[in-house]
């Protein structure tokens, strides 16, 4: 698992939101930025927002989900697992999982 190191900031966010009826508390959503720091992370460099601003524009996607597969991109990574982008769908080499979704072996 990669991530890059902004993510877990929006995460944190949203876990522990007011609005959310199934919200985290502070102590266990700091788990679980814990626990995913401890895979490897990458910076947003120069050369990773330039490229995630190339994916959202041709992907027609936010610059939040561009910059994940961007930084995917840059670690050599294949797959990254999101219920917010399109299930199958290979974004220059970063092909998107959606974890929830049920698969039917026939």
């Not at 930084?71 to 220059?92: K, M, P, V």
Request: include cysteine; charge should be positive; glycine fraction near 2%.
């Amino acid at each position: 698992m990669v991530t890059p190191r902004a993510s877990p900031t929006p995460f944190y966010r949203i876990a522990t939101s007011a609005k959310r009826q199934f919200r985290l508390s502070h102590s266990s959503a700091t788990e679980y930025v814990k626990t995913w720091l401890n895979f490897p992370t990458k910076s947003l460099s120069p050369s990773t927002i330039l490229k995630a601003l190339q994916l959202r524009e041709r992907f027609q996607i936010n610059y939040w989900d561009a910059a994940i597969i961007a930084a995917a991109q840059e670690l050599g990574c294949r797959t990254i697992y999101s219920e917010d982008l399109s299930h199958g769908q290979d974004y220059d080499g970063v092909v998107v999982m959606n974890p929830f979704l049920l698969s039917v072996e026939t």
